[in-house]
């Protein structure tokens, strides 16, 4: 920054209306004025006007002014001032300078009776030091208080887009979790759907049965959605929904076992209670684990194994045979359940491998559980 902004007029009437004052006054106490000096006085208010938009170019012409007459002392020092203040150091290091070499010679044309020649200079020299220190302060200052407030600037454009990442963060989470809350529910209302459509001769007991297992989904489904929807708008804090307890896993099981689906289940835990946000991420990871596995592999068993401790980590492994091409319908899914559901765990300090070998589809969770 090598000038201020540019002046107000109500800066460039007060700085011209000040020196011109000041002039009048220094004129007003001498009484041997010339023309040079009426001449020199009217030239200081246009180098005062100067100085507003060019502080070093007005200052060194006032300085060239003193010079001649010492009424053009008001408009010099006042330049220093100005060119300190507004200007770049050296320069205004220069203007000061050439102001103490401009009095002295001034003093060899209009020597002051009242002071020695030493003392004169020794005056004069303290006086443009103390104008570059003031006006170097001033400009310090003022450039200080510009970078406060462009700093404060930044911080709220910055502020503003965190609160704009937070909010699409937010949006993803609330699809993630509808994903992970719909996909189990709505797969088996499909799957007890799809046995009505194949099998519209199955007695009227088992229809009833089907027709009351799809009620019952398509409502825990939307009570769930709910849930999701309310505890995400409110606080995407884990503890809002409560503990998990091993008792959620298991009934996530036996809820999937009455949809037809075959799986051998193991749990090793050694608490049976969970922390908030470890026990949510393990629940969606076991029910997307089983939603996949009825989706794309319909009649084949499942195995589930769910183990862990504080201080160690809690492990969700399932297993399935992968279905043979024409081994029968399926339901179709999107493909990003794995997706999201990795960067859940990811996002919980774990990880989360998947895929298929030796005829058989794996899925393994890893998640810390602090102690």
């Known amino acids: 920054m090598t000038e201020r902004r540019k002046p107000r007029p109500a800066e460039v009437v007060s700085l011209v209306g000040g020196i011109a004052v000041l002039t009048a006054l220094s004129m007003w106490s001498r009484t041997d004025l010339g023309p040079l000096d ?111 407030r462009e700093r404060a600037e930044r911080a709220e454009a910055e502020q503003g887009r965190r609160v704009a990442e937070a909010r699409a963060a937010e949006r993803r989470a609330l699809a993630r979790d509808m994903h992970d809350v719909l996909a189990n529910r709505l797969s088996l209302v499909a799957t007890y759907a799809g046995a009505l459509e194949f099998r519209p001769d199955s007695p009227p007991e088992k229809v ?100 862990g401790e504080p201080g160690a980590d809690l492990v969700i492994e399932l297993a399935n045979p992968l279905p043979a091409q024409g081994d029968g319908p399926t339901v179709p899914g999107s493909g990003l359940g794995l997706v999201g559901l990795t960067e859940r765990v990811r996002l919980a300090g774990g990880e989360l491998d998947h895929g298929g070998s030796c005829g058989r589809f794996q899925l393994r969770a890893r998640i810390p559980w602090p102690a």
Do not use: M
């Open 38 to 148: 009426f001449a020199v006085a009217a030239l200081c208010v246009g180098a005062a006007y100067l100085q507003a938009w060019r502080p070093v170019a007005g200052a060194l012409a006032a300085t060239v002014l003193a010079v001649l007459s010492p009424v053009a002392t008001p408009a010099a020092t006042s330049g220093a001032l100005q060119a300190a203040w507004r200007g770049r150091f050296r320069p205004a290091a220069l203007v000061a300078v050439a102001g103490v070499a401009a009095h002295l010679l001034q003093w060899i044309w209009h020597p002051n009776p009242a002071l020695s020649f030493g003392w004169w200079a020794l005056l004069v020299t303290v006086a443009y030091g103390a104008l570059l220190g003031w006006g170097a302060l001033a400009r310090n200052r003022s450039e200080l208080l510009w970078s406060l």
């Open 208 to 307: 009833a049965v089907a027709a009351g297992v799809i009620r019952e989904g398509v409502h825990q489904a939307l009570e769930e959605l709910r849930q999701v929807i309310g505890l995400l708008r409110v606080d995407e804090d884990a503890s809002a929904s409560g503990p998990v307890t091993t008792a959620d896993f298991e009934k996530l099981i036996e809820e999937s076992r009455a949809a037809g689906q075959v799986i051998e289940a193991r749990t090793d835990f050694a608490a049976d209670t969970l922390p908030p946000t470890i026990g949510r991420t393990a629940f969606r990871v076991l029910q997307e684990g089983l939603t996949n596995a009825r989706k794309h592999a319909a009649g084949h068993p499942v195995e589930v194994a769910l183990s």
